[in-house]
């Protein structure tokens, strides 16, 4: 009787450890707190609609919107859906030099999702790429979208496949996570479940 009771504590605990997750939401549903759009003039482009953010820019104008805090090391996952054709945002990484890109590239004209677009590296503006795409990316549906930084190292995996892994050169070392609405492009997409689990973090 003993020895169940001790075998029920350890699968009890074991079910308890594996359960715990460490991932913090970025977005409350409800709000943009904790999170400044620049410039500022634009910030009525983001929204909080239905417990997602809304990203449109009728005005075909471009903006970022940061998390008020700075990461070092980090994953940060989100799931985003485009309500148009042609569409181009993405995940800034530590500040303005590196990016997950999400849609089409303005400057290659095609689908590089989960691809890093890092023209101050100087090896191509989109130096980390990928031939998966077409293949992986579901258009006009919900995708699910992760990204893994550890020092200059960057790894994407959208939808469960990874896609890309690549170390940038002049990557900040620490810095806020950022969501793009391009300019030239009116565009309409919507993002939920943005959740970073961070390793080191500064308020």
């Given at each position: 009787m003993k020895k169940l009771q001790k075998l029920a504590m350890v699968l009890a605990m074991?079910?308890?450890?594996?359960?715990?997750?460490?991932?913090?939401?970025?977005?409350?549903?409800?709000?943009?707190?904790?999170w400044t759009c620049d410039p500022v003039e634009q910030a009525e482009d983001w929204k909080a609609v239905d417990g997602e953010l809304l990203g449109e820019n009728p005005g075909e104008l471009g903006s970022i919107i940061w998390t008020n805090r700075k990461f070092k090391d980090f994953e940060v996952e989100l799931e985003y859906i485009a309500l148009v054709d042609d569409y181009?945002?993405?995940?800034?990484?530590?500040?303005?030099?590196?990016?997950?890109?999400?849609?089409?590239?303005?400057?290659?004209?095609?689908?590089?999702?989960?691809?890093?677009?890092a023209p101050k590296?100087?090896?191509?503006?989109?130096?980390?790429?990928?031939?998966?795409?077409?293949?992986?990316?579901k258009i006009g549906e919900w995708n699910h979208l992760k990204v893994l930084?550890?020092?200059?190292?960057?790894?994407?995996?959208?939808?469960?496949?990874?896609?890309?892994?690549?170390?940038?050169?002049?990557?900040?070392?620490?810095?806020?996570?950022?969501?793009?609405?391009?300019?030239?492009?009116h565009m309409s997409v919507k993002f939920r479940n943005i959740k970073v689990r961070p390793e080191l973090v500064t308020l």
């Open positions: 074991g079910l308890i450890v594996s359960g715990c997750d460490s991932a913090e939401s970025l977005f409350d549903g409800k709000s943009l707190e904790g181009d945002s993405g995940i800034f990484i530590r500040g303005l030099t590196h990016q997950v890109q999400i849609g089409i590239s303005r400057s290659l004209e095609k689908d590089m999702t989960a691809c890093i677009y590296d100087e090896l191509g503006s989109y130096p980390g790429q990928t031939d998966k795409v077409s293949d992986i990316h930084v550890k020092g200059k190292q960057i790894q994407t995996i959208l939808n469960g496949e990874p896609m890309v892994d690549y170390t940038g050169l002049v990557l900040e070392d620490e810095g806020p996570i950022g969501l793009q609405l391009h300019g030239g492009v």
